[in-house]
């Protein structure tokens, strides 16, 4: 990929993430606004148990699709197809399940203890066109088209904050209701996805699937790994400490995760262009180079949050939400060292080292574990922060090393910013265009 299309595709992918920040702490405002920390919290599970099931069904093989496409250049025939039929059954097959967990819901966890047959239905449906966009997305992503899947992507979210204000001002001021309104956005610009997608070259290529789903598995159990790593503290703290105290923690970890989206935007397009890359070094510096601007623009982030959180939070998402300062200010160092491990794992994934992504992941869940079992059940939200950043600070410390390692890149080298470092991201700050 030509350094030029990379620079715009960083710098569009830094605009969406933004908006997509922006957008994510109205969201937020309006449910808090409306539903207080309590409905805030039966909101935030069933997110989280949709998040989980769409991750783990999905195979990992959006980003499978990504590298499969950018490599070779085009999207094999038969692919969306496969696609839709997958996320059908796993829809039915997620309904199925939840129907017969429902009597047992306040034990498992997965589901909100009252209405759960209702959860179950959008979890089910969520699931569903979770897996097909992501799939879908991949295509787009890998084939080149990154600015149309993040217009697509901000188009859904502009459509969920009218659903969500909608709602606070029309309609009843219900879970049910805001968690309906989270599913039609999707449903809605699904078509819109599938359409970008095959626009693309499309050419037979007999065992296509198989193959990319061979390739992602190790990936997969990472991913599903990180998942559990950045999620499931809000699962203990919901069994030892309930829905208000989930409320108040899922806000922190929203305000939080505005930091992470620069992450996020640096890695979208950093894995096709590793996949891409024609030798070792250049893919090497590409990964440093990201690396060394997320702690540039995410250090930045940080520090500018941790100062306003102060005034913002009580203010604005109202004074029961007050609580949530200490876990958010726990929360932030973590964010800059997950954010530092999700750009590795774009290079090792590109670069198809995906069991060292798996090595990683493993213990950061052994480390999500036993701090959850003992800080969050002590100390409710601020024990799950520290939980979370001492789990994302173990993480980081072992992708770097094995990244350092096998590269000889020095952890310098990718922790500190330079002068280049600094007129890169003010080059790609200025090509940004909406």
Request: hydrophobic share 55%; with cysteine.
């Amino acid at each position: 990929m030509p350094s030029t299309q990379a620079s715009r595709q960083d710098a569009h992918s830094l605009l969406t993430a933004a908006a997509s920040a922006i957008l994510g702490l109205a969201l937020n405002l309006v449910a808090a606004r409306a539903l207080g920390p309590a409905g805030k919290g039966v909101l935030d599970l069933a997110g989280a148990s949709a998040g989980l099931f769409t991750l783990i069904l999905g195979f990992s093989l959006n980003a499978g699709i990504t590298q499969h496409v950018s490599a070779a250049g085009h999207s094999p025939a038969g692919l969306s197809r496969s696609i839709w039929l997958w996320s059908l059954l796993a829809g039915l097959g997620v309904g199925f399940g939840l129907s017969i967990m429902t009597t047992q819901a306040s034990n498992i966890g997965l589901l909100p203890s009252e209405n759960t047959t209702f959860w179950a239905i959008f979890i089910a449906v969520c699931t569903a066109f979770g897996l097909a966009a992501g799939a879908l997305r991949g295509v787009v992503i890998g084939s080149g088209a990154l600015v149309a899947a993040n217009r697509i992507d901000l188009s859904i979210k502009l459509m969920l904050l009218g659903g969500y204000t909608i709602a606070s001002l029309v309609l009843a001021r219900s879970t049910g209701v805001y968690f309906a309104m989270a599913a039609l956005p999707a449903i809605a610009l699904l078509p819109v996805l599938l359409h970008v997608a095959q626009r693309g070259p499309v050419r037979p290529e007999p065992g296509a699937l198989r193959s990319i789903l061979l390739s992602t598995l190790p990936l997969h159990g990472a991913n599903v790994i990180h998942f559990l790593n950045q999620r499931a503290d809000l699962f203990f703290v919901q069994a030892y400490h309930g829905p208000a105290e989930v409320g108040l923690y899922a806000l922190a970890v929203s305000l939080a995760q505005t930091v992470l989206f620069l992450s996020s935007a640096l890695a979208i397009p950093l894995l096709p262009q590793i996949a891409a890359a024609t030798n070792p070094r250049e893919a090497e510096e590409a990964a440093a180079a990201a690396c060394r601007r997320f702690v540039l623009l995410g250090g930045s982030g940080a520090v500018v949050l941790a100062a306003a959180a102060f005034w913002v939070v009580p203010a604005v998402f109202g004074r029961a939400f007050s609580t949530s300062l200490a876990p958010l200010f726990l929360l932030l160092p973590g964010m800059i060292a997950f954010g530092l491990t999700n750009l590795l794992i774009s290079y090792f994934a590109g670069t198809k080292q995906n069991k060292v992504n798996l090595r990683v992941s493993i213990l950061g869940l052994i480390l999500t574990l036993a701090g959850n079992l003992t800080l969050t059940r002590s100390l409710g939200a601020p024990g799950a922060a520290l939980v979370s950043s001492l789990t994302y600070g173990g993480m980081a410390a072992a992708s770097l090393y094995l990244f350092t390692r096998s590269t000889g890149v020095s952890v310098r080298r990718v922790l500190t910013p330079d002068r280049a470092t600094v007129s890169s991201a003010i080059q790609m700050l200025a090509q940004i265009r909406p």
